[in-house]
């Protein structure tokens, strides 16, 4: 199975800031990559996919990059709706695994 | 809009079996695979399998297997995941999702979640 991990695993920034999660795959999936954010008893909401494309109606201040193993989600301007546990997935090979989630918290 | 009601709360004894819904909405139904999801307590997302709402095809996770099986009623736009030998383990939210684009393993919309809690 493809193994993914995320750095860090908690991060406390203000609003404006910019914050930039990392995510890294086992082994090379391309650009098969997706990044979910989760609220606290809701299920998870599509961000990004194909590791930078941005899901209609995401805000733009979203944004993905990176391809092979290593990847990364920016979010420019911090709002306060943005407080949130973050996951990548890889969608290359099934099983289709999470990494362990990212906490963002607004200072 | 696309849209995915799962069915309510189970709770259930260690070695029950159970049987959650999710009813689709909003687009048609046959041309999208349905992937079920899974979230322990403070886990992290665990992908459970897939099946295809047009022809019914099933693809299951390996540490699954065995014990999970995916079944859909096109006349009701409904996709059931059943769960048998329940464990403390399975104590989970399961979400049903569909793929976000044919084919594609990204996933959205999401369900709301069913929370099933095996305990005695």
């Known amino acids: 199975d493809i193994q993914m991990t995320q750095s860090p695993s908690f991060v406390s920034a203000s609003v404006g800031d910019r914050v930039t999660i990392t995510c890294r795959a086992s082994q090379d999936i391309s650009s098969w990559l997706a990044w979910y954010q989760q609220k606290p008893g809701k299920a998870p909401k599509l961000l990004i996919y194909?590791?930078?494309r941005l899901q209609s109606g995401v805000p733009p201040r979203f944004s993905g990059s990176g391809s092979g193993t290593d990847f990364t989600l920016t979010i420019s301007n911090l709002q306060p709706e943005d407080s949130a546990t973050y996951y990548c997935q890889q969608a290359n090979t099934g099983p289709f695994t999470f990494g362990p989630g990212t906490n963002v918290e607004i200072e | 809009q696309v849209q995915l009601l799962q069915s309510a709360a189970e709770v259930k004894k260690p070695g029950a079996s159970v049987k959650i819904s999710c009813e689709a909405s909003?687009?048609?139904?046959?041309?999208?695979?349905i992937h079920w999801v899974r979230q322990a307590p403070g886990q992290r997302l665990e992908w459970m399998g897939w099946?295809?709402?047009?022809?019914?095809?099933?693809k299951y996770s390996q540490t699954l297997q065995g014990r999970v099986t995916f079944t859909r009623d096109t006349s009701a736009r409904r996709v059931h995941i059943e769960v048998t030998a329940l464990r403390s383990e399975d104590t989970a939210v399961y979400y049903c999702a569909r793929e976000s684009s044919r084919y594609y393993n990204w996933f959205d919309p999401w369900g709301q979640g069913t929370l099933v809690t095996v305990s005695s």
């Open positions: 909003g687009y048609i139904f046959t041309d999208y695979r």
């Open positions: 194909a590791a930078s």
């Open positions: 099946i295809s709402a047009g022809d019914g095809d099933t």
